[in-house]
Structure formats: C-alpha cells, structure tokens
C-alpha cells in the first residue's frame, strides 16, 4: 500500500509535464535485451529475462524523488538559474530516501534495481555528473541504461516548458554524448538500433494520445 502511494503521489505531480516514465521502462527493457545478445562479455549468464523486465520496471521509478522538489522548479518553461538546478539536482537522493521508508520493499528484488536507478541515472561515464561524480563503470550498469533512455525520452517527448525534438536531432544528441555522458558500448548498440527505438518510441506516443482523447 505505501508502494502504491509512492507511486501514486510522483505520477500525480509528474504528469503535469511528461508520460515518459512508461517510455522510458519501455526502451530500457529493449535496450537491456539488445546488449545481453551484444555485448555477451558484461553479462552473466544469470541476467534473465525476468531480470531484465525487473530492470525496466523499476526504471519507473527513477524520478521519485521530484514529488519532493517544487512545482515551480518542474513546471518552469525557460532555463533554470543556478539555486533551481541545485533543487533539481537533488531529487536522485530524495528520490532514495523516499524508497528507504518503506520497509517492506526492501525484500523485494526490484528494490536494489529501483535504488541504483534512482540514484545514479544522472551520473556521468566521464564522472562530471550527479549525485556522487560516479564514473565509468563505478555506475551500475542498470542506471547508464537508464540514463541513455532517459535523456532521449527528455528530448524526443512534448514538455509542458518545449516541443518534442525531431528524431535526428534526438539521437544526434545521444551520439554527441558517447563516452562522455554516456557509456559508449549502451550508446552503440542504441544508434545500430535506431529503427527498433523509433518503432517503440512511435507506438508509445500514439497509444498515450489515444488514451489522454478518449478520456
């Protein structure tokens, strides 16, 4: 029940910009897919299917913590000055406290998924991120998925505060950051597969303004 709050409380304050949370769940559990037949060397033959979905449903989580960071902050359409991007920068950590009060999810196998997530999937590959200049492969491998779907679902969806971003210019903005803000090897596969994240990517869209029409 206190699950269920949680994620009633973010999803509530978080809607008024942005449905990407499920986009996001969506391409990291394909992204995730794509690397275990990749890139075989940086999984164990343990990492399952059911991991994987496990690591995408807990990604629905990354954002938690913004539902402690305030309306004007998330709702704001120009850029940010210094003191609201501290603010911003913060909701990774209270994202995790907020996980931490409550007990029973502690046992649960997407805890560890969901706390690592959200923690470190603004850290950078080349350390200059946050919360804790975490770099290379010090980040876990579930948050520098994540980081990689959420930055594209950022720019590839409508904000309250700016237009989605035409496709090119999408996915030249993953390219730009290989090896800098991104995991080179996440960044490679993404690009070879652009046709597959664009498939995803337009059947979410559409289905999300078939049900916000209807309704």
């Given at each position: 029940?206190?699950?269920?709050?949680?994620?009633?409380?973010?999803?509530?304050?978080?809607?008024?910009?942005?449905?990407?949370?499920?986009?996001?769940?969506?391409?990291?559990?394909d992204?995730?897919?794509?690397?275990?037949?990749?890139?075989?060397?940086?999984?164990?033959?343990?990492?399952?299917?059911?991991?994987?979905?496990?690591?995408?449903?807990?990604?629905?989580?990354?954002?938690?913590?913004?539902?402690?960071i305030?309306?004007?902050?998330?709702?704001?359409?120009?850029?940010?000055?210094?003191?609201?991007?501290?603010?911003?920068?913060?909701?990774?950590?209270?994202?995790?406290?907020?996980?931490?009060?409550?007990?029973?999810?502690?046992?649960?196998?997407?805890?560890?998924?969901?706390?690592?997530?959200?923690?470190?999937?603004?850290?950078?590959?080349?350390?200059?991120?946050?919360?804790?200049?975490?770099?290379?492969?010090?980040?876990?491998?579930?948050?520098?998925?994540?980081?990689?779907?959420?930055?594209?679902?950022?720019?590839?969806?409508?904000?309250?505060?700016?237009?989605?971003?035409?496709?090119?210019e999408?996915?030249?903005?993953?390219?730009?950051?290989?090896?800098?803000?991104?995991?080179?090897?996440?960044?490679?596969?993404?690009?070879?597969?652009?046709a597959?994240?664009?498939?995803?990517?337009?059947?979410?869209?559409?289905?999300?303004?078939?049900?916000?029409?209807?309704?």
């Amino acid at each position: 029940f206190a699950l269920f709050i949680c994620f009633h409380c973010c999803f509530s304050k978080m809607f008024q910009c942005t449905y990407g949370a499920d986009l996001v769940a969506v391409i990291g559990n394909d992204l995730l897919d794509i690397l275990r037949q990749t890139f075989i060397e940086i999984f164990s033959p343990v990492v399952i299917q059911q991991q994987i979905s496990q690591i995408a449903t807990a990604s629905v989580l990354h954002d938690v913590g913004k539902i402690a960071i305030p309306d004007y902050v998330l709702n704001k359409p120009g850029k940010l000055t210094p003191e609201e991007f501290k603010l911003m920068q913060q909701h990774p950590v209270k994202g995790c406290e907020l996980l931490n009060r409550i007990p029973n999810f502690h046992n649960d196998p997407l805890y560890a998924y969901s706390y690592d997530i959200c923690r470190w999937h603004h850290e950078r590959w080349d350390g200059r991120g946050y919360s804790d200049g975490l770099a290379g492969e010090e980040i876990p491998l579930c948050a520098r998925i994540m980081a990689v779907a959420d930055v594209f679902d950022a720019v590839a969806e409508r904000r309250c505060y700016k237009p989605a971003m035409p496709m090119d210019e999408c996915f030249d903005i993953i390219r730009q950051g290989k090896g800098t803000s991104f995991d080179p090897r996440i960044v490679e596969v993404f690009l070879e597969n652009r046709a597959q994240v664009e498939r995803v990517h337009e059947t979410f869209t559409v289905g999300v303004s078939a049900v916000f029409i209807s309704g």
